[in-house]
């Protein structure tokens, strides 16, 4: 992953530009005029972004929006702004419910769609090799150092044995019949 990642100044300001449009479409559903949300570059992971209902925030992921900088601009800013809207005009509902769609589709006019379809190769995070006793299996670094502190052991869901550190070897008989 790329440390330090500094956006481009006019990326920056398309992704404001995004947020004060689409937010200037939904201020007639309010009496009092909204504030604008902060938007924070903390967002890592394979996750595009985030809404912080409550901090009035929304989180972006950097790297993401520099590799899917038009996608971000017209989906990623309004569909987490839909977000805090929904919050604002209707409390806790389904995070991707009736009220969100409507929001997106109706109101901020944009497609609503529930997840993002970039390459996130950039941004996985390092996986570590487990096997079975079939197949070959990669755990996140979090289930790694779980299965290291005796936390937790997980099975594979095909043949239900446990999972070991290193990789797979097929039998010779599986080997043998192909």
């Not at 009496?31 to 570059?41: M, N, Q």
């Not at 989906?75 to 409507?102: D, I, M, N, S, T």
């Not at 970039?118 to 755990?139: D, I, K, W």
Request: hydrophobic fraction near 35%; include cysteine; charged fraction near 25%.
């Amino acid at each position: 992953m790329k440390k330090n990642l500094r956006l481009p100044i006019a990326l920056q300001q398309a992704i404001y530009r995004s947020l004060r449009h689409h937010l200037n479409l939904a201020a007639p559903l309010f009496d009092d005029p909204l504030p604008e949300p902060s938007i924070s570059w903390q967002q890592r992971g394979t996750t595009a972004g985030s809404a912080w209902l409550k901090e009035w925030q929304i989180r972006l992921n950097p790297v993401l929006c520099e590799e899917n900088q038009q996608a971000f601009v017209e989906q990623v800013v309004p569909h987490e702004l839909a977000h805090l809207l929904v919050w604002k005009k209707f409390g806790r509902v389904a995070p991707h419910g009736r009220e969100w769609r409507w929001m997106m589709e109706e109101i901020l006019q944009v497609k609503a769609e529930r997840t993002h379809h970039f390459t996130t190769t950039s941004v996985a995070g390092q996986t570590f090799p487990y096997h079975c006793e079939c197949q070959q299996h990669a755990l996140t670094l979090r289930r790694h150092n779980r299965v290291v502190r005796g936390e937790t052991e997980y099975r594979c869901r095909r043949c239900a044995h446990p999972l070991h550190l290193g990789e797979f070897k097929a039998s010779k008989t599986e080997t043998s019949d192909s």
